[in-house]
């Protein structure tokens, strides 16, 4: 059974704060991904990565960044919360192209 | 812009009746489709995935999906629903390079 695993459930962080989100996934897989969801707008893309070292954007990726540096662990970073980045945001990962994304439970993010 | 629309925002059944949940995606060509569902509190799962084939999958919990390519859709269906499947559920659609969601419908379903 593929595992993903995110570091917290919840977490609450202040305006300015830098936030360490951390994925970790068992199964080797090359890709890997990061949501979040918001209530009314479904899941939408922050940044995705095909391999070590590599990431692309997704269709919001402002305001943060990721990191992989090794192919297990993919870490999203918002270098400066805002209230506007309180979420839920999920990691996923796959084995690459069209195939089934698997996921992780979740961080709710709130920034006060 | 490549998009996939959930028309069914919120759906309330009683127990027995029958499902039908739209999903159109907006663009042509090779798509691979998805439903995935998240149960309250629990992360999400895939339902049932479509890549090529039978238009007609057939995935887990009695939930089966028709891949109808002149319509650009591809709409869940269970005949008889359960307390159990109140849950949000998420059509997707891959092309490129990435997953593109609706935004969801939540089913609530009423003994």
């Known amino acids: 059974d593929v595992k993903v695993t995110q570091s917290s459930r919840y977490l609450v962080k202040r305006t300015g704060e830098k936030v360490f989100l951390e994925c970790v996934q068992d199964m080797d897989h090359e890709n890997m991904f990061w949501y979040r969801q918001d209530p009314g707008l479904g899941l939408r893309l922050i940044y995705f990565s095909y391999d070590v070292k590599m990431k692309e954007k997704g269709d919001i990726p402002e305001g943060y960044s990721v990191s992989r540096e090794k192919k297990e662990r993919f870490s999203l970073i918002l270098e400066s919360a805002s209230t506007n980045q309180t979420s839920m945001y999920l990691c996923?990962?796959?084995?690459?192209?069209?195939?089934?994304?698997?996921f992780g439970p979740g961080t709710r993010l709130t920034v006060l | 812009a490549q998009s996939v629309s959930q028309h069914n925002h919120h759906v309330i059944l009683s127990e027995a009746a029958s499902l039908e949940l739209g999903c159109n995606y907006s663009?042509?060509?090779?798509?691979?489709l998805f439903w995935y569902v998240q149960y309250p509190g629990q992360h999400l799962q895939l339902l049932l995935k479509y890549f090529s084939g039978d238009p007609l999958v057939k995935g887990i919990k009695g939930f089966e999906a028709e891949f109808i390519k002149s319509k650009f859709s591809f709409n869940l269906r269970k005949p008889s629903v359960q307390w159990s499947d109140t849950a949000e559920y998420f059509c997707a659609a891959y092309n490129t390079d990435k997953l593109i969601f609706g935004t969801g419908t939540r089913l609530q379903v009423f003994p």
């Open positions: 663009y042509g060509g090779t798509v691979n």
């Open positions: 996923a990962s796959t084995t690459g192209g069209g195939n089934e994304q698997f």
